[in-house]
């Protein structure tokens, strides 16, 4: 197991950083230009984390969490690089004073510039990646280690060790973007007044206590603020910001016959909720995962209640067959105390929604798809698949064609050459073929009439 604490790139970096440093420091002696010295350790402050960042982008199949973790990242590298700036210009004045050399302060005048516009916009950076983890309900974990314990492969994020809670840099970017703006605004309010014609003045000293309290009370009143964000976006562990990432089939198997073990569980999402996290929804569009939760038992009621309330975009075009109606997968709802799951089918261009069991190596197998992963060597629905492929055959369309005793009978019609074979299957078989070959899904009207009256 990959631990986040101790890898040996985690004894390395602080040895580069050691060096980088008296290098930047030797480069501002040498040619007296402190922009040329700062720009070596914000390349090794921010670049990594930014890099980790763009990967994490192409990376991860959940497009929202992507987005959000990407802007998180680049925050952070922002900060970083800040950081290493600032600590850069800080060493080069301490070393010219001790060698003698009176440095010049109209020379780092550019280089704060830039340095206040990195913190600038970093808090920028940083408070919009806020808006966007709340709305999501995202738990963030950032750090610039991430891809190289995964050794590029974010399915094995489950087989990285723990981390302390404050190597999550996320806690950098958080802080940042509420403090700086309220000491942002006092530190400038402090220096307009000391260029005013009168201080004595009783509206300048108003203004100046004001800004006081801007400076050193708005960090203060930020405490709470910040422990309230920190237990809702902060993640305690890369798996609780990737916990789709961590159960392979095998342990989704044996998880639904036995039980689910207890270590890191999972917390609700729901505002406000401490309890464990028994119910975890994918929700998609297009055939592609826009977003998931991770719910108790009490708020998976709750949420899977209104669900056929809820109004979702449709930009698809439904295809049409005669006596049929075009469906999708809309909702998968994966269970770990329940041993059948469920599918939500809407139909294209319609409200109606058609729910739907099935069992957990189907649903897992619909989720994989869904999330774009790809298993190291083909499972069971994979193989049927490339075996038709071989054939020089192709899924034509899957139809729901039966409902008898309220179970689902589907019929999938295959392709070979001028001949159309129907093969009759379980639906969660057929759908996931149906996501392999990117083929329509139709429910004959006979059954969606039959499946309201029994419903």
Known sequence: MVSGEKTPLGRIEPFLFGVTLPAATLLYLATKEPILAAILPCLHGGWKTFRTGLWLLRSDPCRSRARTCFAFYT??????????????????????????????????????????????????LGLGSIYAALRCKIRVWVHPRLRTAVHGDLRLVAQIGPF????????????????????????????????GKNPGEVGTVGAAIVALVLLFGGPLAMIP???????????????ECWPAMTLDHSRQETRAQTSWPEENPM??????????????VTYVESRRCVSE?????????????????????????????????????????????????????????????????????????????????????????????????????????????TYEQKIYHAKVRIRHENRLLVVDLRPSDAFILALAFGCPIFFTDEVLDKADKLE
């Open 225 to 239: 603020c910040y422990a309230w964000l920190s237990s809702r976006i902060i993640a305690r562990s890369p798996q």
């Open 75 to 124: 925050a952070a590298a922002c900060w970083k690089a800040a950081a290493a700036a600032l600590a850069s210009v800080g060493l080069s004045v301490f070393v010219a004073i001790r060698f003698g050399v009176q440095p010049n302060i109209s020379e780092f005048a550019a280089l704060m510039l830039v340095l206040t516009g990195g913190v600038v916009l970093n808090t920028l």
């Open 267 to 280: 917390q609700c999402t729901s505002d406000g909720c401490n309890d464990r996290a028994t119910f975890h």
């Open 293 to 401: 939760e991770h719910l108790c038992e009490e708020h998976a009621r709750s949420k899977l209640t209104s669900y056929p309330t809820l109004q979702r975009n449709q930009t698809t075009t439904p295809h049409v067959l005669e006596d049929a109606k075009c469906f999708d997968i809309d909702l998968i709802v994966i269970s770990e105390i329940h041993p059948q799951q469920v599918v939500y089918l809407r139909e294209v261009g319609g409200d109606r929604r058609v729910p739907m069991l099935i069992g957990i190596f189907e649903a897992t197998s619909l989720d994989r798809n869904l999330k774009g992963f790809e298993a190291p060597r083909p499972l069971t629905h994979d193989a049927t698949a490339m075996i038709i492929r071989a054939f020089g055959a192709e899924v034509q369309d899957v139809v729901i064609d």
């Open 164 to 195: 302390r809670r404050d190597f999550n840099h996320a806690i950098f970017v958080v802080a940042t973007a509420l403090v700086f703006p309220l000491v942002g605004a006092g530190a400038l309010g402090l220096a307009a007044l000391t260029v």
